[in-house]
């Protein structure tokens, strides 16, 4: 797995889930050390997003013009 795939299959999701359990992290009142660490927690996906954003999605093959048409 290269890092292009890598980063559309893991990366991306995985730092927009961070984020959002940060700002769950931050809304609930239950568990100091979640609370605690909220900010950390949302910063670290901030930086993960930032990162997968910039790396280019994975090249998709080249359909020949004689495949594309449809016979039939």
């Known amino acids: 797995m290269n890092i292009r ?3 559309q299959r893991v990366l991306e999701p995985g730092s927009q889930l961070l984020m959002i359990l ?3 992290f ?4 239950w568990v100091e050390v979640l ?3 909220s ?4 910063l670290i996906g ?3 997003f930032n990162v997968a954003v910039h790396i280019p999605p994975p ?4 359909i020949e013009e004689a495949e594309r048409t449809h016979h039939g």
């Open 5 to 7: 795939v890598f980063n």
């Open 22 to 24: 940060g700002i769950i």
């Open 26 to 29: 931050l809304c609930q009142p």
């Open 35 to 37: 609370h605690q660490w």
């Open 39 to 42: 900010v950390t927690v949302m």
């Open 46 to 48: 901030l930086v993960g």
């Open 59 to 62: 090249e998709k093959p080249v």
